[in-house]
């Protein structure tokens, strides 16, 4: 183990991140302007384009690592991804401002996160995800999703954007795309030496340093949605995300290439369950995610790093 070849993975990684946060925001962006000029329904746009276009850095990673055979961090990318979203982003976005919460996400959201979370561990416990699981984690969201459009969800609203810009958006959508695909790679590779040089095992790296890297555009969107006053908003795209996750990303990697993981997939998918158990009873408290609770969700995130990163 070399100081200097961990730094130049940490830099890596953190350039990595950059690129799949930059191609993503261009993807989307280039990607709901054309569907618009083509006369595309914003709830067509909002179930396709914004719906993968903004998973689109956990969706990358976690396909690039599986055809890599590098499992561990495919899986672990899911479930530290999701544990990131519940504390650190969630939390996090708590910290700059009370969130309120809506019907839908206590009535519905959650407990379809309550519900898929369990499935995963269901998925995990012979320590791997087969194809035909994959193909039924992906079927449920299909499934998913057809439910949001006869419950007229605002999850699958598009953004308003221009449907301006001509071939200036094209540049943007394959640009944006070459931009998630190259960062996905770049951070596989920069995990892997990372987890090889500083004896970590994948499984670590995959659901703290990958984790943080692929939530790094919720993360930011998040607080600035706290901060703009539309933190609701933000509970239930998170919430929705940590749902599509499960479903959509773990289903598609596993569908393209069966997942065996390590035994450390069952304590984490476990503390995966508790922090969804809490941030749903925190929720469901008082209508509202105040700052202390919000706290709450950040340490429970820090402890799991914590004692993932422990030898």
Avoid: Q
């Avoid at 993360?219 to 929705?240: D, I, Q, Y």
């Avoid at 959509?248 to 569908?255: E, I, P, R």
């Amino acid at each position: 183990m070399t100081t200097t070849a961990i730094a130049i993975d940490l830099g890596t990684a953190a350039v990595a991140v950059l690129v799949l946060a930059g191609g993503a925001s261009a993807f989307v962006t280039g990607a709901t302007r054309i569907a618009r000029r083509l006369g595309l329904s914003g709830l067509v746009i909002g179930l396709t384009v914004v719906a993968f276009g903004t998973s689109a850095p956990e969706f990358a990673v976690t396909l690039d690592a599986a055809l890599a055979a590098k499992s561990d961090i495919s899986v672990g990318n899911v479930v530290g991804s999701n544990v990131v979203n519940l504390g650190f982003v969630l939390g996090g976005a708590a910290l700059v401002r009370a969130i309120p919460t809506s019907e839908d996400l206590l009535r519905r959201d959650s407990v379809v996160l309550v519900g898929t979370t369990l499935l995963a561990i269901l998925v995990l416990w012979d320590l791997r995800v087969s194809r035909a699981e994959g193909a039924v984690l992906f079927a449920l969201l299909l499934a998913y999703l057809a439910f949001l459009v006869r419950s007229g969800s605002d999850r699958i609203r598009a953004p308003e954007v221009s449907a301006d810009g001509g071939a200036a958006d094209v540049v943007r959508l394959v640009g944006g795309l070459a931009g998630v695909v190259i960062g996905a790679h770049l951070l596989v590779l920069a995990a892997s030496d990372l987890a090889r040089e500083a004896g970590i095992a994948e499984w670590a790296i995959g659901v703290t340093v990958v984790a943080l890297g692929t939530s790094t555009p919720e993360f930011v969107t998040s607080v600035v949605a706290a901060r703009r006053g539309r933190a609701g908003l933000s509970a239930g795209n998170l919430v929705g995300s940590c749902i599509f996750n499960v479903l959509g990303v773990l289903g598609l990697a596993a569908v393209v290439r069966p997942l065996p993981v390590a035994s450390a997939a069952l304590p984490s998918v476990a503390w995966l369950l508790a922090v969804v158990l809490v941030a749903t009873a925190l929720l469901w408290s008082r209508r509202v995610l105040s700052r202390a609770e919000g706290a709450v969700l950040v340490g429970l995130n820090a402890l799991n790093w914590l004692v993932d990163l422990l030898p």
